[in-house]
């Protein structure tokens, strides 16, 4: 049975219906099982390798890894912003033995931005990655990816910028296919990430865009505590991981 609510005609089922009307996903729970429906369809080949972009993408990610029966791990990245507008995103540290620095070629001729003052913000960024891991993952290794289809999964996605960024460092680590895997997202955004990765799963592209939180009746900010217990459900349905 499809976990879209739409055929449902019971009075609860109803009832949510109604709830849903103008969103498409209940939660990101919800969001998690329809995308592993798709990838279910692909046949992917193993090993598979799922990699979440924290916060919001991690319940996702879990319905996904617990649908394909693979380990869960998360894409740690940290954006360096502009000296003058720190949300524009001029560059971008992705975990790693090293880390990968990704310069944005379309922001990194800015005022105040050269590769002394990209490669200053590196530390603070680096522990801020060494954090999150040890918060989530009680600082367990990250997962190897080379030879591995690698599915990078969250809960949605705008600009898409700090993402292709980690893409751009995943390929450096040799994985054997990359695919994208989201609910929602703009689809000029969904056309230039197909070039960086071998395939894009996306469940609904609107026109015009607005905004990833109008597609979810629950899009509330997850709270690190919630982050752990998608991992620790993770794992004990998949006990290898």
Known sequence: MSDFPWG?????????????????????THAGRALADELLALNLRGPLVVLALPRGGVPVAAEIARALGAPLDLLLVRKIGAPFQPELAVAAVVEGSPPDVVVNEDTADLPGVDEAWIQAQVPAAVRE????????????APLPVEGATVIVVDDGIATGTTLKAALRALRRRHPARLIVAVPVGPHATMAELSDEVDEVVCLLEPRPFRAIGLHYLDFHQLADSEVCAAFDAARARRPSC
């Not at 089922?13 to 939660?27: C, I, Q, S």
């Open 129 to 140: 990655i060494e954090r999150r891991r040890s918060v989530y993952l009680a600082g367990r």
């Open 8 to 28: 449902d005609t019971t009075p609860m089922g109803l009832a949510r219906n109604a709830a849903l009307a103008g969103h498409t996903f209940e939660d990101r």
